[in-house]
C-alpha cells in the first residue's frame, strides 16, 4: 500500500514564524503535492513537485515555498506564518507518465496560526 | 475538469450495501471517473477509478453507465466507519504538470447508521 505520511497532525504556531511542514511518501512516487482544505472554498494546489528539485507554483503559492532535495520527501515553507494560513494541509503524491493519475493522500496537518 | 452533480448527502443503514450516484453529463472521452472520500479530520483516501468499464476493488464498486453519462459507487456492506464525504471527480488523462491537480466539488455526506 501506499504511505504517504506528514511531520504533525496537529500544529500552532505565531505570527511571524518560520513553519516547516514536510511530507514523505514511500512509493517511489515522481510527482508530489500540497494542497490546502478550507470549509467553502474545497482542495486549493498550493505547489507541485513532478522530481527532485523540480517545482511549479500551483493556484496559491503566495506566502509558501517548498523544498524537494530527496525524490521521498516534499517539504512545504510557511516564511512568515499569518492567520490567514490557518487551515488543513495535505500532501499527495502519485506516479509521473501518461495514462492515470492516482493520487495518495497523507493524514493530514491541521495548522493554527495564531 | 467536467462538472460533477452529486446528492449533499445520503443515509445507510449499518451492514447493508450503500449506491452512491454521481452524474457527469459532459463528460469527455479521455476522461476518468475518480472516487475518493474523506472521513473528518482525515485526508482523502482514494477509493477506485474507471473509464468506461465497471471496476470493483477490495474496497468498493464502480458501476458507469454506457454513456459515460452517470456512475455509481457501491460500498457492498457498509459500516459504521464508511461514515465520510464521498467525492465524484471526472479527470482527463495524465499528462503531467500542474493540471493533475485535485478538483473537489461538494460531495456527498454518507451517513451509516447502526
Known amino acids: 500500500d501506499v504511505k504517504v505520511t506528514q511531520s504533525s497532525r496537529y500544529l500552532v504556531k505565531r505570527t511571524g514564524e518560520k513553519v516547516f511542514l514536510e511530507c514523505v511518501q514511500d512509493?517511489?512516487?515522481?510527482?508530489m503535492f500540497w494542497y490546502r482544505q478550507d470549509p467553502g472554498l474545497g482542495l486549493r494546489l498550493i505547489y507541485f513537485?513532478?522530481?527532485?528539485?523540480?517545482?511549479e507554483k500551483g493556484d496559491i503559492p503566495e506566502g509558501y515555498s517548498v523544498s524537494r532535495e530527496k525524490k521521498e520527501r516534499f517539504s512545504l515553507i510557511l516564511e512568515s506564518a499569518s492567520t490567514n494560513q490557518t487551515s488543513m494541509y495535505l500532501c499527495?503524491?502519485?506516479?509521473f507518465g501518461r495514462g492515470t493519475d492516482t493520487q495518495y493522500f497523507g493524514p493530514g496537518t491541521r495548522l493554527t496560526v495564531l | 475538469d467536467a462538472k460533477t452533480t452529486q446528492p449533499p448527502s445520503m443515509d445507510c443503514a449499518e451492514g447493508r450495501a450503500a449506491n452512491l450516484p454521481c452524474n457527469h453529463s459532459?463528460?469527455?472521452?479521455?476522461?476518468?471517473v475518480y472516487w475518493y472520500r474523506q472521513i473528518h479530520s482525515q485526508g482523502p483516501q482514494y477509493i477506485i477509478h474507471?473509464?468506461?468499464n465497471n471496476e470493483t476493488n477490495e474496497m468498493a464498486s464502480l458501476i458507469i453507465t454506457e454513456d459515460r453519462k452517470s456512475s455509481t459507487l457501491i460500498l457492498p456492506h457498509a459500516t459504521l466507519r464508511d461514515t465520510a464525504v464521498y467525492y465524484c471527480?471526472?479527470?482527463?488523462?495524465?499528462?503531467?504538470?500542474?493540471?493533475?491537480?485535485?478538483?473537489f466539488g461538494t460531495g456527498t455526506l454518507l451517513a451509516v447508521q447502526p
Open positions: 499527495a503524491s502519485s506516479l
Open positions: 512509493m517511489d512516487h515522481e510527482n
Open positions: 459532459t463528460i469527455s472521452g479521455n476522461e476518468y
Open positions: 471527480i471526472v479527470r482527463p488523462m495524465n499528462y503531467g504538470g500542474a493540471t493533475n491537480k485535485l478538483i
Open positions: 513537485s513532478y522530481d527532485v528539485k523540480m517545482k
Open positions: 474507471g473509464l468506461k
